[in-house]
């Protein structure tokens, strides 16, 4: 029991040298403790004293004499939970004694986390609000009381009378007394349950291992000072960075007769200043040594720290938001749910549709840049066509096709396609050409993009032999003769004509007579049957299908990639991402088999309607056509004929005489003249013919997918959202269980943080 006057004269024996003597240093202890108060200390490290030790010794009794509260000693089962005292100096108020529980800090192991759903932890962490004791001088009888009451709070079992009330037999949640009046000094100390160094009856291994996390997560922060309590019964050595301190605890008996703290603080004097006592450093002897050299260490850490603190807040509080802010807003309602996807459906949309547009604006992603990326892809799949689209390459008409004039040659190189006027109801696909006409499209070297993976050299036009392999595969092509290799020897040019290649065996001819050839009927020696060309014309686009089924399964996987990154990026919970990229893929799928479809029916058209064009340009081809095969006979003509040449060189000269060779050169023969008309008429029509389909599957295809407004990349938008049902609405804004418990968290650690920045702010 501690009466009024020892207490008085001893209370101003330990205010002596008090290091929280100043109004700055007790501002700063006041910060410390609002700061531990508002549950700071479950996010930045806090200057503290923790007291642990075995269980059994002697921490309960060190206690009471470094802070005058009548601890249990010797009563029932040790310390069941961790408590704190806080000791302040009040010049102008009585004795006050005022006891709290505060939530401890997390426990990271999870071994006494309390079984408990959400609902029944806030009821408890209410009751932990409204359990509160105060009196003005606290009995033995009165703390224990409080003990069991805080015990019944937390869920600890606890006795009453010869009754065993169940519980767990330990909580990591923070009992704390807080004494103050005019002869207190500033104190602050944490007490945790003794460590166990084998079970004791009705502990579990589990408890054990609990209880050394929950001690070792409060000495863990540097800040921290640990006073560990050995009894000397004991006789081990350990290492301690501040050393020893002796102290001489109550007796079973003094604390049963009540003595005062003055009269134990007599003896522990009397007790140290005899015997072997005496070769010990004074300054290491006794509670008042240690209590005064305890609040010399917690005023310089908190001096050490208190700086720092504010920063550490304010980055933890930052940190904290963000983590906040990736979880997305709380949708607990059905109006929150749908306002939550309205946004993403907007932020979606908007940026689709920009993209869409080529306004890339503020798009830091440039892997979002649709426009971008599709026409690279529209490109690469014109260069696709005009190099691979045919199954065997047309022939240039700048050179005389007859046999008998012999001419050295390598592999077939024709010509690029012509170009060609285009139908007034398409437009062009590549804005940089001119809207009447096509041209091919320089393939770039080197270059790769997210639709066209990989590099497209230059082959040939209408060489296969570097071509895909759909474009190898695309058609069975006719037996080429073999071409001799490259010389312009005189010896090779005099060799006999029929050994000497020419244009009528490269594959296009050889094509041309073979379907001469199965399509014989009662047409006349060198007249033309009418179903030549449509076979012809057939054989021809034979690649087209398959190529143009490629691009757009191209254009449609990354197109849904893209759509799926940007799904990532706007929904912050990955969840709902999970779910709109479901949906996604969901009218992706459709949309790429409506797409399809589109394509094989215009393929299947293509090679099964008549050839028919309206296109003036048709006949524009084949007349220059007709005219390069006149200027190239005239050119042989020129050639073998040295008299053929005016004087002034801008003419060429007939001779009457020569008439015939001239004719012959034209005209070599009614097959050669049939093959190279139908070879003319194929290729004009076949030019056409490509440039529609390419406008077709680019213009038609492509973009229809891409701009649909119930397509995969416009569908997601705020009138989806809308039209969805309340059950749609549920499904697709449903979190995890684990996202609303994190929420929850977070929202506790902002609030405590916002709380501390305030604090900080106040005393900073």
């Known amino acids: 029991m501690v009466t009024g006057d020892s207490s008085t004269m001893e209370s101003k024996t330990l205010l002596n040298d008090d290091p929280f003597h100043s109004t700055h240093t007790q501002r700063l202890f006041e910060a410390i403790d609002e700061l531990r108060s508002c549950g700071a200390n479950h996010d930045i490290p806090l200057p503290e004293l923790v007291i642990v030790g075995d269980q ?66 806030n009821s408890r962490l209410d009751a932990y609000r409204e359990f509160a004791y105060s009196t003005s001088k606290l009995t033995l009888t009165e703390f224990r009381d409080a003990i069991d009451r805080a015990k019944e709070v937390m869920g600890v079992t606890r006795t009453v009378g010869q009754k065993t009330i169940a519980g767990r037999n330990f909580a990591r949640d923070v009992l704390k007394v807080e004494i103050s009046g005019p002869d207190r000094s500033y104190f602050s100390i944490l007490d945790v349950p003794g460590v166990f160094q084998s079970l004791t009856k009705g502990l579990t291994k589990q408890e054990k291992v609990g209880v050394r996390e929950m001690v070792a997560s409060y000495m863990v922060p540097s800040q921290s000072v640990i006073m560990y309590i050995l009894s000397l019964a004991q006789n081990e050595e350990k290492h301690l960075n501040h050393g020893w301190f002796v102290v001489r605890n109550r007796t079973p008996e003094e604390v049963e007769s009540g003595i005062t703290s003055l009269e134990r603080h007599d003896r522990e004097k009397s007790f140290f200043n005899s015997g072997p006592w005496t070769r010990l450093p004074e300054a290491r002897r006794g509670t008042q040594a240690l209590k005064r050299y305890l609040a010399d260490l917690l005023c310089e850490r908190i ?124 437009s062009s696909a590549f804005g940089s050409q001119a809207a009447n006409t096509y041209e091919a499209p320089k393939p770039v070297s080197g270059s790769a993009s997210l639709f066209g993976k990989g590099t497209l050299s230059t082959p040939s036009v209408g060489s296969t032999q570097d071509a895909p392999a759909w474009a190898q595969s695309a058609s069975k092509l006719p037996p080429t003769p073999p071409t001799s290799r490259l010389s312009t020897s005189t010896n090779e040019a005099n060799t006999s004509k029929s050994s000497m290649p020419s244009k009528r065996s490269s594959p296009i001819y050889t094509l041309i007579r073979e379907e001469i050839q199965n399509c014989r009927g009662t047409e006349l020696q060198g007249t033309l049957n009418p179903d030549v060309l449509p076979a012809l014309f057939h054989r021809q686009i034979a690649p087209w299908k398959g190529i143009a089924t490629k691009h757009f399964q191209t254009v449609s996987n990354n197109t849904l990639e893209m759509l799926q990154q940007a799904a990532n990026t706007i929904c912050r919970d990955t969840i709902t991402a999970k779910k709109v990229k479901g949906r996604v893929r969901q009218i992706n799928r459709m949309s790429e088999e409506f797409g399809l479809s589109q394509l094989y029916q215009r393929a299947d058209q293509i090679a099964s309607h008549h050839l028919q064009t309206q296109n003036p340009t048709f006949e524009k081809n084949i007349r220059e056509a007709r005219l390069a095969r006149f200027q190239s006979a005239l050119e042989h003509y020129q050639a073998t004929h040295s008299d053929a040449m005016s004087q002034n060189g801008r003419a060429v000269v007939i001779q009457l005489r020569d008439v015939t060779s001239l004719f012959d050169a034209l005209h070599m023969s009614n097959t050669h003249n049939l093959e190279d008309e139908i070879h003319d008429i194929l290729r004009s029509y076949y030019q056409l013919a490509l440039h529609d389909f390419i406008e077709y599957v680019t213009q038609q295809v492509v973009e229809s997918y891409l701009n649909h407004p119930q397509g995969p990349v416009l569908f997601f938008n705020p009138m989806y959202i809308g039209s969805l049902t309340q059950e749609g609405i549920e499904e697709l804004a449903a979190e995890d269980s684990h996202v609303v418990r994190e929420r929850a968290m977070k929202q506790e650690t902002l609030a405590r943080l916002t709380h501390a920045e305030r604090i900080a702010l106040k005393y900073a």
């Open 56 to 121: 059994s010794a002697g921490k309960s009794s060190l206690l009471q004499s470094l802070t005058e509260i009548p601890f249990p000693v010797a009563d029932r089962l040790c310390t069941r939970f961790p408590t704190r005292i806080v000791s302040r100096r009040t010049p102008d108020e009585g004795e006050v004694t005022k006891i709290s529980i505060e939530p401890g800090l997390h426990d990271q192991a999870g071994v006494l986390v309390l079984d408990e759903t959400v609902e029944e932890k």
């Open 303 to 426: 001096q050490e720290t208190f700086p720092t603190i504010l920063a550490m807040v304010q980055t933890r509080l930052a940190l904290t938001q963000n983590e906040l802010y990736a979880l997305g807003p709380s949708r607990n309602t059905l109006e929150e749910k749908r306002a939550y996807l309205t946004d993403i459906a907007q932020q979606y949309h908007s940026l689709f549709t920009q993209a869409l547009s080529g306004r890339y604006h503020g798009l830091s992603d440039d892997s979002l840049k649709v426009r971008r990326y599709i026409r690279e892809a529209n490109d690469t799949f014109a260069s696709d066509m005009i190099h691979y689209g045919h199954s065997v390459p047309f022939e240039s008409t700048s050179d005389s096709l007859d046999s008998d004039q012999p001419k050295v040659t390598g592999r077939a190189t024709p010509e690029p396609p012509l170009a060609f006027t285009a139908n007034n109801n398409t």
